[in-house]
Structure formats: C-alpha cells, structure tokens
C-alpha cells in the first residue's frame, strides 16, 4: 500500500514541477518494491516509478 501513496506523490511532484522531490520519492517506492512479490501490479508501479524518475531527471538536467 505504501508504494502505491508514493506512486501517487510522486506523480502529484510531477505535476507541480517538483521534479527532485518527484525523484526522491519514486526511488524510495522503488526500494520498497524490492520486498514485495513479482506481480503485474508490482511490474506496472515499477515501470510507473521509473517512467516519472527518467521524465524528471531530463527536466532538471536540461535545466542546467
């Protein structure tokens, strides 16, 4: 249930521009992810988090 609450604030960083902080929480479901079994939903907020996290790193990289 935690991972999907992060999911779900990760995408709402997202929205607001917060791309670091969008970062920081995909990461953390990520490594919860870690505990829990092999599942399509497990694949589906894996693939999410890591979408958002590649999304926001070009955002702040092209920043600088």
């Known amino acids: 249930r935690a991972v999907k609450y ?3 604030a ?3 960083a997202t929205r607001r521009s917060a ?3 969008a970062i920081a929480l995909s990461k953390h ?3 919860l992810l870690k505990a829990l079994p092999q599942s ?5 907020q894996q693939r999410k988090l890591l ?7 070009s ?3 092209s920043l600088n």
């Open 51 to 57: 979408s958002i996290i590649s999304t926001s790193k």
């Open 29 to 31: 479901g990520l490594e």
């Open 19 to 21: 791309d670091h902080e």
């Open 59 to 61: 955002v702040t990289s």
């Open 6 to 8: 992060l999911l779900m």
């Open 10 to 12: 990760a995408e709402n």
């Open 40 to 44: 399509a939903e497990h694949d589906n």
